[in-house]
């Protein structure tokens, strides 16, 4: 069992920056593969980053550039940074965790645990 805990969220204005970091229990953290996922109002959730046990990472499209994931074993915690925020990416952020040995998946169905999520509002 792995619980996640999702901080960092908050308003921000546009072109600005914040960084979410998620915290797990547990001592097999740095088997798991860690996602971003968010979800906006009236919309269903969507993949924003990954990142392997090794370190690999992916984007959506929509983020790449902008965003970083990165993860820190010796913390058990994994680590959003946004910057250049557009309204669009007003949403719900959540962490989760994938256990497998090597990859991530891009699908929140494959995930096997979820944060309670961290709202993030960016005004234009």
């Known amino acids: 069992q792995v619980q996640l805990v999702e901080s960092g969220g908050g308003l921000v204005q546009a072109g600005g920056s914040l960084r979410l970091s998620c915290a797990a229990s547990g001592r097999t953290f740095s088997s798991y593969a860690m996602g971003w996922f968010r979800q906006a109002p009236g919309k269903e959730r969507a993949f924003v980053a990954t990142?392997?046990?090794?370190?690999?990472?992916y984007y959506a499209v929509s983020v790449k550039g902008r965003f970083t994931i990165s993860r820190d074993n010796a913390k058990n915690t994994v680590y959003l940074q946004m910057n250049s925020l557009k309204p669009e990416d007003t949403a719900v952020y959540y962490c989760a965790a994938e256990r497998r040995t090597y990859g991530a998946s891009l699908r929140s169905d494959e995930y096997d645990y979820w944060g309670q999520g961290t709202q993030v509002t960016v005004s234009s």
């Open positions: 990142i392997t046990n090794g370190g690999t990472t």
